[in-house]
């Protein structure tokens, strides 16, 4: 089966157990994480991470689990597929 | 070849703090099998047809939007021009499959649906002259249903007599919903030169050299253009004219990918990219400031027509590269009521009608979503469309007028029209007639631009 992968940002002001709470829902649902990184954007902590989604059947059921972790700690967690990344910066 | 976390960055926040989104993904629907002399089973036809194909519109959109985290803001359908299979339908026939129509769009949750249309540059046509006396009533009794009328193009000149009726047309359905702030006449607009492609409305329609069943789509982003240029204040226009090509370049490219997805998992052709600038009411989504960036204090003052130039010309050169197929309008559109730019130049005295006109030769619509006095009279709102169409048929471009006569308002006063359609300053007209050009009728004869083979 064709590799499908997914870029997981999280955006929002830095805290303690970002990364444990992101990186549990993913553990949960058995995806696994290829590559990670952070940054300072625009004064807001920001993650991205490259995760494999191949096995996985609903982008949006692992969206609707990032929802709590959106609400508690006033992050903004978004899982998009790379195809979007790739076509709009590469030729 | 791994993506790199500079690219992600940049990404992320064109979708998320700069409003990057795809303003609408289109499905073009040729009705020409409908017809049928028998009203109700065109009526019927019409109707099953439409909700057939554009089932899953709404909801395969909705799921493309999710997985690549981009906005599909409308969801809209376009139709073969419905004058063409009216036939010997009667004016009441006409309205109620104009209420078909509103009836599609709801039940299949679609925003627009667009079509409700005539061409009528050389010639009225019986089933043509059916849907302009049906305008006004149809247009005040539907929510969703958008109309275009095209009254002139380089090829054939101006067709007066329509122009004429369309300014009654104008005055009747503003009445109609004065209740609305004439809200009909913001579904209908007068076009030079229309093209069969277009996603956006109220203009969209199915042309006859469209196929079956397509599916268009128009990318927005004004945010993106302004946040880009902000970052390099000091530029020269040349650097400016890069800065745009290119991010109109990422813009589309994302447009592209999108519009391909959802056709595919629709099971129809991907028609095109259309890569017009569309603002919206949202802080920092509009074309006025980008305008305003590249260096006027406030949009409509001297060298607007210089900088919507040179922002045009930058966003077609990106955009053609990026995709394949480019069509519909591809350029910037200015509707006053959805852009706060301009509707702030309007209220501070800097903008003005004829800055307006003079601005469209150069972008690609005409007077969009303008409001006047509601006292102006048909004979001017007919010779506000033939200006229009004069500068789109001698510039061999596409121009239109989508303007709003407000049923008891006057200059400087604020209308609402509601959701995306925004709100607008009433402006003043020229208070002389040009009732006599207008009731001289005929056709304005084709310029020589015309003969060119």
Redesign the interface.
Known sequence: MEKKRA?V?V?GKDQVGIIAKVTSVLAKNQVNIL?I?Q?I??DFF?M?M?VDVSDLES??HL?EQFEPINLEMGL?I?????????????V | MNIALAEMQETIRMVQMESLDIRTVTMGINLHDCADSNFSNLNQRVYDKITTYAKELKSVAETVEKEYGIPIINKRISITPIAEILGNATKQEAIELAKTLDKAAKVLGVDFIGGYSALVHKGISKGDQTLLDALPEALSVTDRVCSSISVATTRTGINMDAVRQLGIILKDAAERTKEQNGLACAKLVVFCNPVEDNPFMAGAFHGSGEGEVVLNVGVSGPGVVLNALRRYPDADLGKVSEIIKKTAFKITRAGELIGRVVAERLNIPFGIMDLSLAPTNAMNDSVAEILEEIGLERVGTHGTIAALALMNDAVKKGGAMASSYVGGLSGAFIPVSEDNGMIKGIVDGALTLSKLEAMTCVCSVGLDMIAVTGDVSAATLSAMIADEAAIGMINKKTTAVRVIPVPGKKEGEMVEFGGLLGRAPVMGVNPFSSDKLIARGGRIPAPLQALIN
């Not at chain 1, 978004?78 to 590469?90: S, T, V, Y």
């Open positions: 870029v940002s955006i590559d990184s940054t954007l625009q920001t991205m490259l982008l949006e969206q903004k978004n899982i998009q597929l790379e195809d979007l990344f790739k076509a709009m910066h590469r």
